[in-house]
């Protein structure tokens, strides 16, 4: 599971709502690049394919296709509208390294 922060929810609703997506969720994955290996994908979608993992966490729909799921099981979806830039931003406990900007990693 991953676990969504009242930040990060109060801010996917408010970019899903501004865009006009009604009925869309949050989609998370895992993809190969970045600095470290392996690199945070964050979509809203509005269609499951067959291998995607559903759920509901803190009122928000996540969806992560089944190989992703398993990097980031456990994984917290935050937001940080700081000095160090606006945007979401994960803490994964499968991380073995983190690149510096935070957007990368490996195990």
């Given amino acids: 599971m991953i676990n ?4 990060a929810k109060k801010q996917a609703i408010r970019l899903m ?3 006009g997506k009604d009925g869309y969720f949050i989609r ?3 993809e190969g690049g970045g600095c470290s290996g392996l690199m945070y994908q964050l979509t809203f979608d509005n269609q499951l394919n067959e291998n995607d993992k559903s759920f509901e ?4 729909q996540v969806v992560v296709d089944k190989k992703s799921f398993l990097y980031l099981v456990g994984t917290t979806l935050d937001f940080s509208g700081g000095l160090n830039g606006k ?3 994960f803490s994964n ?3 073995g390294r983190t ?9």
């Fill in 4 to 7: 969504v922060t009242d930040t």
């Fill in 17 to 19: 709502e501004d865009d």
């Fill in 28 to 30: 998370v994955g895992v």
């Fill in 57 to 60: 966490n803190n009122g928000v």
């Fill in 87 to 89: 945007g979401f931003v």
């Fill in 93 to 95: 406990p499968n991380a």
């Fill in 99 to 107: 690149c510096g900007c935070g957007e990368s990693f490996s195990l």
